[in-house]
């Protein structure tokens, strides 16, 4: 079985166990939702400071969204004894972590897309901006999200305390990534010319490249530990 086959599997494994449950889209849209929704009741904004805040507020659920749903990774393989079966597979180890991240991303990138036109309801915002653009960043942003939240979902999966340990390891490393999500998410939604933000989308890019490379090549390390 070639590489890029594994990585296909896996993918398809995830993602017909997620429409069979509809486990981890659903909380983590109701979860966003429910986020939303505090947001919009707590803070009494008028249309402009809620499009300052806008982008923040945006990312802010996102990434809680992600703690969810990254979180719950490797649970249907640790509960269902797999854990060992992945171990001494004959497959490449880096091509469980990509199937993995690739599921993983899928997933948070539908509740996302689901989530905004809610976000721009809501909070009654006027959005001026370039969809495709605000795709791109939604989507380097949620990359780079989901390599950090996969390798250390597989680190955590055998410790008790990983619902308090995850967030905690993974959202340090992700401010870089969140910054970058937020000020080229806001340079969007304000209609300002790339050159205000088109630095911090292929900042972006550069992060997730080097989580990416990372977590790949240190992925079979942390499985076995």
């Known amino acids: 079985m070639n590489f890029f086959s594994v990585i296909g599997l896996i993918v398809w494994k995830d993602g017909l166990s997620e429409l069979r449950s509809r486990e981890n889209i659903s909380s983590m849209f109701f979860f966003a939702l429910l986020t ?5 009741f707590s803070l009494p904004l008028d249309q402009r400071v809620a499009q ?4 923040g507020l945006i990312w802010i659920a996102f990434s809680f969204t992600g703690v969810i749903g990254l ?13 060992e079966a992945l171990l001494n597979a004959p497959v490449p180890k880096g ?8 599921g993983n991303f899928l997933f948070m990138l539908t509740a996302e897309v689901l989530l905004f036109p809610l976000f ?11 969809p495709g653009l605000l795709l ?5 942003g949620t990359l780079g999200l989901a390599a950090l939240g996969t390798l250390f979902s597989a680190m955590m ?7 308090v340990m995850f967030p905690i390891l993974m959202l340090p490393l992700a401010v870089p990534v969140l910054i970058a999500a937020v000020q080229a998410t806001a340079g969007i939604l304000q209609g300002s010319p790339w050159a205000q933000y088109g630095s911090w989308i292929s900042l972006l890019a550069v992060f997730d490249l080097i989580f990416i490379v990372i977590a790949f090549w240190t992925f079979e390390f942390i499985l076995e530990g």
Do not use: H, M, W
């Open 36 to 40: 939303i929704f505090i947001f919009n």
């Open 52 to 55: 300052t805040l806008a982008p």
């Open 71 to 83: 979180g719950r990774s490797f649970l249907a393989e640790r509960d269902n004894d797999c854990l």
């Open 95 to 102: 091509a469980l972590y990509l199937g993995k991240l690739l």
């Open 120 to 130: 721009i309801l809501f909070f009654n915002l006027e959005v001026n901006a370039n």
């Open 136 to 140: 791109l960043v939604f989507i380097l």
């Open 157 to 163: 999966v055998q410790v008790r305390a990983r619902e």
